[in-house]
């Protein structure tokens, strides 16, 4: 079949004698948006002359309805045959299909679109309601509008923003004149979700549907507000009376839970984009790949590892049933201990290895915005909330930090106090200076569960980080025994760029793989010696306990 592309395509049902009759009927009414006794009307017409056509959409239209169709008759088992033909090949639509005969009916303007939609209406008997979702839920709501509107509309149009601060109403829509908003192509923006492809979302867009008899139109703008966020703004106009009060309650009561279905963040690592003025606005939710980390390539002591474990991994496996027994399900954790032992690494091991959850991670620079994160934490729970660096705005109060810092810590901990006590809600909090963070967390007992030390590598760990950063480098027994004893009291970061150094070494003298005693020397020398003691703490060293 030859068409061109903006050629009408008419959606032909045929008969098979074995399909299911209420298969037929569902399908021609929820794909087709038709009443029950129209669905049954077309069924009836389907098994008396062998076929009949439900409607004549746009080409692009009518194979989005094809693919859906076939899906579903495919799922369910059944022969039914549905073919796309060009508009006039099959029988015109039916009397009572106005909307189907006139899809081709080209406007310039949204009110001509809306007037003809509404056809008879004056614009008093026509009442429009709006729901406003954050900006960071944008994904999830071009999801739900797809799912609910845009599988069988009777017309979909972009709209041309003339001003940018403006929403888009419908009752703007409805101007004409000068104000008259223009009808244009659709535009989209590619949304990141952390999957192979983006989500297309709509900048906004205006679709002209029917609930049987009843006509809707549902109206997709940017709310926005100078300086602030832009939410995403879902207006629904419908024909005064119950009927449209019923459809209403009805379209978004299944918006938000089409939503709340989607969730196209779920499971993932997050943090919300800011602005680069003084005001730190979000705009939007940036998805981390993080590299996988595997227990083996978490070093820490075995005391940390079970602590870690006891109330980290086994906790959340236990929540069911904690929660079964009356108990809270929320928890806080603080992980300390000097730079680079570890506390960023281990985190990225939560993320990864804490099934279903959602990770959400809080710089100190992104307080201010911990109400939007804690919007999203409740609504992707089970999910782990990260701060980093929480010394940085929690501060002793005996030390009379800056208002701003003191309103921060009393908002961290209120948000973790006002949790339920079901919430599936992991805060994890780190910090390189836990002496100052003791008197604030202290005064607030019962915030932060456990805190669970992530020290200087012991020999033991410090074999296990040689031998792991190695990584293809041969090492012999005797060069990894030299490394354990030559690093006492640096951190696990140290011992990575001695690694790296060690490699660097190797492959300038030609070999590429095999580490000498020179070459672990020279790296140590650099890192240790040459350096100066500024260089040794900057790379995590420790000359002091070291006697280097």
Known sequence: ??????????????NDDRTPWAFVVELIRSLFSRSEAE??????????????VCGSYPSAVAKAMLDTAQERIKAAGHPLRI???????????TPDQPEQASSNKKFKYAYEAIGWHFAGLAHDEIFATSRQFPGHMRADVQAALDKLFSISPIRFFGLYEQHRYETLTY?????????????????????????????????????????????YAVVLSFHREYGRDAGTCVEIAVPAGEGGVALVDRCFSELEAAINDARSYRGKVL???????????????????????????????????????????????????????????????????????????????????????????????????LSHYMTLARLLQPAMVVIEDVDLIA????????????????TLLNEMDGLKDNADILFILTTNRPEQLEGALTGRPGRIDQAIEVPLPDDDSREKLVRLYGGGLKLSD???????????????????????????????????????????????????????????????????????
């Open 1 to 14: 079949m030859r068409h061109t592309p903006d050629e009408a395509l008419q959606l032909v049902i045929h």
């Open 39 to 52: 669905a049954e009307a077309l069924t009836a017409t389907v098994s008396q002359q062998g076929k009949a």
């Open 83 to 93: 073919t796309a033909l060009p508009g006039g090949t099959e029988h015109a639509p």
């Open 171 to 215: 009752a703007a829509l409805t101007k004409d004149g000068q104000y008259a908003v223009t009808i244009s192509a659709a535009q989209y923006q590619d949304v990141d979700i952390g999957e192979s492809e983006p989500i297309k979302c709509l900048n906004n867009g205006l679709w002209l549907n029917r609930d049987g008899a009843l006509p």
């Open 271 to 369: 943090s919300l984009e800011t602005e680069d003025d003084y005001s730190g606005r979000s705009k939007g939710v940036m998805v981390h790949r993080l590299p996988q980390v595997q227990r083996e390539a978490v070093i820490l002591p075995q005391r940390t590892l079970q602590l870690l474990d006891r109330n980290v991994i086994r906790f959340i496996e236990s929540r069911e049933a904690l929660r079964r027994l009356g108990q809270s399900t929320r928890k806080g954790i603080l992980l300390y201990g000097p730079p680079g032992t570890g506390k960023t690494h281990t985190i990225r091991y939560l993320a990864a290895n804490l099934p279903g959850h959602t990770t959400l991670i809080i710089t100190a620079g992104q307080m201010g915005l």
């Open 395 to 410: 501060r002793d109060r005996e030390n009379m930090g800056s208002p701003c810092e003191e309103s921060l810590l009393n």
């Open 478 to 548: 005797k060069i990894v025994g030299e490394a354990v004893a030559r690093t006492k009291g640096v951190s696990a970061a140290f011992i990575k760029e001695l690694m790296r150094r060690a490699a660097q070494t190797t492959i300038m003298r030609g070999d590429g793989e095999a580490v000498t005693p020179g070459d672990l020397a020279e790296a140590l020398d650099d890192m240790l010696f040459t350096g100066g003691r500024l260089n040794v703490r900057l790379l995590g060293g420790a000359p002091d306990e070291s006697g280097y």
